[in-house]
């Protein structure tokens, strides 16, 4: 098997305070994947997320990205990285032309390669033309698809997203998914939380269910849902698990 691009291997964290958010926690994803994560409200997907992107010291466990531990080589797994969180606050005095230079010169994207690459998301996120605005006079979707365009900007192996389609519009969500798709079929891959059962049902290949922590089923949708909907399914073994 080719090496997973994000191997989570038995993360635990606990918060001070005592909260155990994520308990022993494994999960692979895969080049091409597009990856659900889904779970109720204090569940530990934005904790899981967060560790992933290099961003949240863990206790156990390990995680690697392209087979390199992040604990170790945290730069190198960033460069393959792309994280965006479930509120992004970014630079209110910033242009999303600058914002997006600033990142760009971070990760080291070439001229031509930002250059095209702007182009390619500000057209597919409908953003070309407020790009030369202050990002303090965004609407909240239109951060968010900032936000977005940037972890497009060095063509990450790995785009971790928290809850991507909240506040956004309908024709919005419905280029996000498709932004994404075309993405994972260049190989790279996608892991995101989300409430939205229906858009994960449609549109990922793959989910994982956490519960208080815990990983309670993951694998591919048809087989994680069987014959129900990933709904029924997901209350089921809420009720259950
Ligand atoms: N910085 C923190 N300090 C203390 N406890 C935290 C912190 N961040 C998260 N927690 C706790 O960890 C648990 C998991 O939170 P997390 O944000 O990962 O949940 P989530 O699945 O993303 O939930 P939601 O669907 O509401 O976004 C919760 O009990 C939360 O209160
Ligand atoms: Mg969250």
Redesign the pocket.
């Known amino acids: 098997m080719a090496t997973p691009i994000l191997d989570i291997r038995g993360l635990s964290k606990t918060?001070?305070?005592g909260?155990t958010?994520?308990n022993e926690l494994s999960l692979t994803i895969e080049g091409g994947d597009i990856y659900g994560f889904i779970?109720?409200?204090?569940?530990?997907?934005?904790?899981?997320?967060?560790a992933a992107a290099g961003i949240l010291r863990f206790d156990q466990g390990d995680i690697l990205v392209g087979g390199i531990s992040i604990k170790e080589d945290p730069v190198a797994c960033k460069r393959k990285i792309a994280y965006i969180p479930?509120n992004p606050d970014l630079y209110d005095y910033l242009t999303g032309a600058q914002y997006l230079a600033y990142l760009a010169d971070v990760f080291e994207v070439s001229a031509a390669d930002r250059q095209a690459r702007i182009a390619e998301y500000g057209e597919a996120l409908d953003m070309a033309d407020r790009l030369n605005d202050l990002i303090g006079s965004y609407s909240h979707g239109m951060k968010q698809k900032l936000a977005m365009m940037g972890g497009f900007l060095h063509a990450p192996r790995l785009f971790l997203m928290?809850?991507p389609f909240v506040g956004l519009d309908p024709e919005a969500v419905v280029r996000v998914r498709r932004i994404i798709r075309d993405f994972c079929q260049g190989g790279s891959a996608v892991f995101f939380?989300t409430?939205i059962l229906e858009v994960a049902e449609k549109l990922c290949n793959k989910v994982a269910m956490?519960k208080e922590?815990k990983l309670i089923a993951s694998g591919e949708t048809a087989q994680v849902r069987g014959d129900q909907t990933l709904e029924d399914f997901f209350l089921e073994v809420m009720e259950h698990a």
């Not at 779970?39 to 967060?50: E, F, Q, V």
């Open positions: 918060f001070p305070g909260i958010a994520v779970g109720k409200n204090g569940a530990g997907k934005t904790t899981t997320l967060r479930d928290d809850e939380s409430h956490i922590g």
